[in-house]
């Protein structure tokens, strides 16, 4: 088991960036695939980023490609989602998740991902 909890989220200006952290608690953290969504007001949840557990190959969703960078550190147990160029259709809710020795290809789908922490919310003036 791990439980997560996001930080970082605040109200920033468009361009401006931001640092998200995911701290988690439990064993083998090293052993996760991490993952960070996002959902904002009346929109489904969707794929941001993802480092694989087995390699650290990233991911990331086409728009937010070359301004998001998401990294781990494992002997602190945390994930991290760095977020530059920030613009108003960012603003969400922004949660990771954990999914437990999985490096298939389906790591943009929510299902695979076991443990999810409560969010930190992400808004973005213009």
């Known amino acids: 088991q791990v439980h997560l909890v996001e930080s970082g989220g605040g109200l920033v200006q468009a361009g401006t960036s931001l640092r998200l952290s995911c701290a988690a608690s439990g064993r083998s953290f090293n052993s996760y695939t991490m993952g960070w969504f996002r959902q904002a007001p009346g929109k489904e949840r969707e794929f941001v980023a993802a480092?694989?557990?087995?390699?650290?190959?990233?991911y990331y969703a086409d728009s937010v490609k070359g301004r998001f960078t998401i990294s781990r550190d494992n002997a602190e147990n945390t994930a991290y989602l760095e977020m530059n160029s920030l613009k108003p259709e960012d603003t969400a809710l922004y949660s990771c998740a954990a999914a437990y020795l999985y490096s298939g290809t389906l790591y943009v789908d929510p299902v695979k991902y076991n443990h999810w922490g409560q969010g930190t919310q992400v808004t973005v003036s213009s």
């Open positions: 480092i694989i557990w087995s390699g650290g190959h990233t």
